[in-house]
């Protein structure tokens, strides 16, 4: 790990976190289509990283091979799915349910490296994929019978106010969301292709630097969602300037401040802290709801949510501690002379 930042990178991921934590806000914020709102979150964050990636790294870009762009092609449409999936699940579901299972993705990282990579799945890992599993299908659950649930409660002394739950009434929106199992659906697939960006260009990381990466896959991310944003007839521009405001604030908050950030801090910190740390955006963002949104989780979207984040604390731990092993094992022995 490097030494002496300019910062201390404890510093930092407090400021990733926290910036990342706004993004859902934001996403909630804008009244523009929610294909719309990605595309400019990742058209702003082009316009800022492009500069760089062409006065540093002119060479590095110009000499990619066709193989790495082909693989930066398909991590950006895995990346553009992604961000449209996840940015409609926030009109559906709440702002806890929807960040807590999107930020499942190192579950479906390990899976799809298991099935496609034939990468081995320890039992500690497994076992944090299926606590993870059960805290979703808590959630999953939880949110289809929220009205059954309200109702029951409803005749029990001093919960009478939960009747109100039982109806399509606002109550229940402001808990749970419009459709939460629509709304929830779309976050897992959001979480599935976030994996897909993960695995897409886990091996080009190791072969381009981190900034000429990030442009060239935003570059077709933002191309997709042009494509998918034309496809639904959404005009490009007609919007109010505090809409523009919001779209600027979604590139340079949770995209610089946030995953900017916490790339500078694997630099300088163990990958797990940082990985852990981000552990910390679905509460964040729950919180901020809560505060900014006036959307109160239910129990049942708390009790799951907190299972979902022990699995995935899980997981990921635990296969960063299986891979740190294996690297240890395969690494060639040091002879001195």
């Known amino acids: ?17 926290l910036a990342v934590s706004t993004s859902a806000i934001l996403v909630r914020y804008s009244e523009a289509p929610s294909l719309v709102k990605a595309l400019y979150r990742v058209v702003f964050t082009v316009s800022l990283l492009a500069p760089v990636a062409f006065a540093r790294s002119r060479e590095e870009l110009r000499e990619l091979p066709r193989r790495d762009l082909l693989w930066a092609g398909v991590a950006g449409v895995a990346l553009a799915v992604h961000f449209a999936s996840w940015f409609e699940s926030l009109a559906w579901t709440s702002v806890a349910a929807s960040v807590t299972l999107v930020q ?20 500690g890992v497994a076992v944090g994929i299926a606590v993870a599993l059960l805290g979703m299908a808590t959630m999953t659950l939880g949110d289809l019978f929220i009205p059954d649930i309200a109702r029951a409660l409803a005749v029990l002394p001093g919960l009478e106010a939960l009747a109100t739950l039982s109806t399509a009434g606002s109550a229940e929106t402001t808990l749970a969301g419009e459709a939460p199992l629509y709304g929830d659906a779309l ?44 496809a639904r007839g959404h005009p490009l521009f007609d919007y109010a300037a505090r809409e523009w405001v919001l779209f600027v604030a979604m590139a340079v908050g949770p995209g610089v401040f946030g995953h900017t950030v916490l790339n500078w801090a694997l630099g300088y910190v163990e990958s797990s802290v940082v990985s852990v740390s981000l552990l910390g955006e ?21 009790f799951g949510g907190a299972v979902v984040l022990i699995g995935i604390y899980l997981t990921t731990v635990r296969k960063q501690a299986d891979e740190a092993v294996e690297n240890e094992t395969n690494a060639p022995s040091q002879t001195f002379d």
Do not use: H, K
């Open 1 to 17: 790990m490097s030494r002496d930042p300019p910062v201390s990178p404890f510093v930092g991921l407090v400021v990733a976190v």
């Open 104 to 123: 499942a993705q190192p579950l479906f990282v390990a899976i799809g490296a298991w099935t496609l990579l034939n990468e081995r799945i320890t039992r």
């Open 187 to 230: 976050a897992l697939v959001g979480a599935v292709t976030a994996a897909a960006y993960v695995l897409a260009g886990r091996s080009l990381r190791q072969r381009i630097s981190l900034i000429p990466y990030v442009t060239v896959v935003y570059t077709v991310c933002a191309l997709v969602l042009l494509g998918f944003t034309l």
């Open 282 to 302: 679905p509460i964040g963002s729950t919180v901020l709801a809560l505060i900014l949104l006036s959307e109160i989780p239910t129990p049942i979207t708390i």
